[in-house]
């Protein structure tokens, strides 16, 4: 069996010490009190409040708990901040690959589209924000359950209603094709959910990787995909450099 890891156990405890006492704590009296050379102290609580677990009062140079805490009994990031932060990045795609952008996160009853910029030409389009579209049937749907374990199992479970004659309809099939997103880094459904329509998307991340949404292009097929019903190798591209880029943005710095 592998040992326990030093690192963690030093981390939880000054998580412990920080949640303790109303006080904030300076660094030495951090480490003074978990018997840790300054410097180990400080590289702790530097990852912590990378992380957003801890925060550090500029003026007194003193640490506390950060709301970074708040989100383990969440999905990892508020639906608000995560949409303010993406949606310059949706807007550009949008622009590059002149397409439709949507946003979406899991929801209880499948994906729920928190954002949405439309394809920039001259087209009749409706809003989509607030939309529950099928998690098993759409590109941003699979994208997401593919990273999240307990809810592909659940709508496994629940039952894979078919839109279309493409649509997956057994876990044995869903499993299969979220194994290969994970492999790939992104996903694409082709009419599983609407005939004449298809959707590339890629998972967007925050600290250690855990994936907190998906950011995709959606449209006719003949625009998504070749002759042969194949995802365009330009969207995909463009579609993961976006993904990138936002994940990169959402752990930044927080203003």
Not at 122 to 137: E, K, N, R, S
């Amino acid at each position: 069996m592998p040992g326990m890891i030093q690192s963690i156990e030093r981390s939880s405890a000054v998580l412990r010490l920080l949640a303790a006492g109303p006080d904030r704590l300076r660094v030495k009296e951090i480490a003074d009190a978990l018997g840790l050379p300054k410097s180990t102290a400080h590289g702790i609580l530097r990852t912590l409040e990378h992380v957003g677990f801890v925060e550090q009062d500029p003026r007194t140079t003193r640490y506390r708990l950060g709301r970074g805490l708040l989100d383990l009994g969440g999905a990892g990031m508020d639906v608000n901040e995560l949409r303010s932060r993406a949606l310059d990045w949706a807007d550009a795609l949008a622009a590059r690959s002149v397409e439709a952008v949507r946003i979406g996160v899991l929801d209880p009853s499948g994906v729920r589209v928190i954002h949405h910029v439309f394809r920039p030409d001259d087209t009749t389009q409706a809003m989509d924000v607030g939309l529950v579209i099928p998690a098993h049937a759409t590109s941003m749907g699979k994208v997401l359950l593919a990273y999240d374990v307990l809810a592909a199992d659940a709508v496994g479970r629940g039952g894979l209603d078919a839109y279309t004659r493409k649509t997956v309809t057994t876990p044995r099939e869903l499993a299969r094709d979220l194994a290969e997103i994970r492999a790939q880094g992104w996903g694409c459904a082709v009419e599983e959910w609407e005939p004449g329509r298809a959707g590339i998307a890629a998972p967007m991340r925050i600290y250690g990787g855990l994936v907190v949404g998906a950011i995709g292009v959606y449209g006719p097929v003949e625009r998504i995909c070749d002759s042969r019903l194949r995802p365009r190798t330009a969207l995909v591209e463009q579609v993961c450099a976006t993904a990138r880029a936002v994940s990169r943005d959402l752990t930044g710095p927080r203003s």
